[in-house]
């Protein structure tokens, strides 16, 4: 008889244990920071679960006509891209490797969104240098194998402030000064910004949409200029 409430307190202790992981699941999905659950994640296990079996049907299929050489090239082959595809899609290395999602872009400041360009420049061929200019202010310097130089300003607007040095053609002409100006702003240029980077010459706004492109992958000169 003294076995059943030991039970009890057991089965009590346990009922209570379920109830407050329930709660705290609860607690954590309302937060959004439990995860998904097993429908969400479903269809792509599935997925993947098609792609291996296809890998291992075509590796077995060239074993069987080409013998242990295509078997051989097609593990190496699989190795490589894996091992690219990891790279790329782990979120330090991929940014490293000058790629930002959105919402990273979002999320910097402007010392960061400095490196991020910097970086984004270093992966389309430019040997960048990311560091305040004399006024404090985050400045990018780069230069590419031809020699051509390129400077960077973050600003919300292109109309050059009272205490700015305005970019003259005379000085571009001179040689003294950079052949392209790019201006990077998150949100988007006014008409009047568009015009005075035109009338400047060499100068390439960058705003927000061009911006989460270029930092996707699209090389700077496949951007499409600001209209």
């Given at each position: 008889?003294?076995?059943?409430?030991q039970r009890?307190?057991?089965?009590?202790?346990?009922?209570?244990?379920?109830?407050?992981?329930?709660?705290?699941?609860?607690?954590?999905?309302?937060?959004g920071?439990?995860?998904?659950?097993l429908?969400?994640?479903?269809p792509?296990?599935?997925?993947?679960?098609?792609?291996?079996?296809?890998?291992?049907?075509?590796?077995?299929?060239?074993?069987?006509?080409?013998?242990?050489?295509?078997?051989?090239?097609?593990?190496?082959?699989?190795?490589?891209?894996?091992?690219a595809?990891?790279?790329?899609?782990?979120?330090?290395?991929?940014?490293r490797?000058g790629?930002?999602?959105?919402?990273?872009?979002a999320?910097?400041?402007?010392?960061?969104?400095?490196?991020?360009?910097?970086?984004?420049?270093?992966?389309?061929?430019?040997?960048?240098?990311?560091?305040?200019?004399?006024?404090?202010?985050?400045?990018?310097?780069?230069?590419?194998?031809?020699?051509?130089?390129?400077?960077?300003?973050?600003?919300?607007?292109?109309?050059?402030?009272?205490?700015?040095?305005?970019?003259?053609?005379?000085?571009?002409?001179?040689?003294?000064?950079?052949?392209?100006?790019?201006?990077?702003?998150?949100g988007?240029?006014?008409?009047?910004?568009?015009?005075?980077a035109?009338?400047?010459?060499?100068?390439?706004?960058?705003?927000?949409?061009?911006?989460?492109r270029?930092?996707?992958?699209?090389?700077?000169?496949?951007?499409?200029?600001v209209?």
């Amino acid at each position: 008889m003294a076995l059943l409430p030991q039970r009890l307190r057991r089965h009590e202790k346990r009922a209570s244990w379920h109830s407050r992981r329930r709660e705290a699941i609860r607690a954590l999905r309302a937060q959004g920071r439990y995860g998904p659950g097993l429908r969400e994640v479903l269809p792509a296990l599935v997925v993947v679960a098609v792609v291996v079996c296809g890998i291992v049907a075509g590796l077995a299929v060239a074993y069987r006509v080409l013998g242990t050489g295509a078997l051989a090239g097609g593990l190496a082959l699989l190795a490589v891209i894996t091992a690219a595809v990891v790279r790329h899609n782990r979120p330090l290395a991929r940014r490293r490797l000058g790629y930002y999602t959105p919402e990273e872009i979002a999320d910097l400041d402007v010392d960061g969104l400095a490196l991020a360009v910097s970086r984004m420049l270093r992966r389309d061929g430019w040997r960048s240098l990311a560091r305040p200019d004399a006024q404090g202010q985050p400045h990018v310097r780069a230069r590419d194998r031809l020699g051509r130089r390129l400077e960077v300003a973050f600003r919300p607007v292109a109309e050059p402030l009272p205490d700015e040095e305005t970019p003259t053609r005379a000085a571009r002409s001179a040689g003294s000064g950079p052949q392209l100006r790019l201006v990077v702003h998150r949100g988007t240029f006014s008409r009047r910004d568009v015009q005075w980077a035109r009338r400047q010459g060499g100068v390439q706004l960058i705003d927000g949409s061009r911006l989460r492109r270029w930092a996707h992958g699209t090389p700077l000169h496949r951007l499409p200029e600001v209209p």
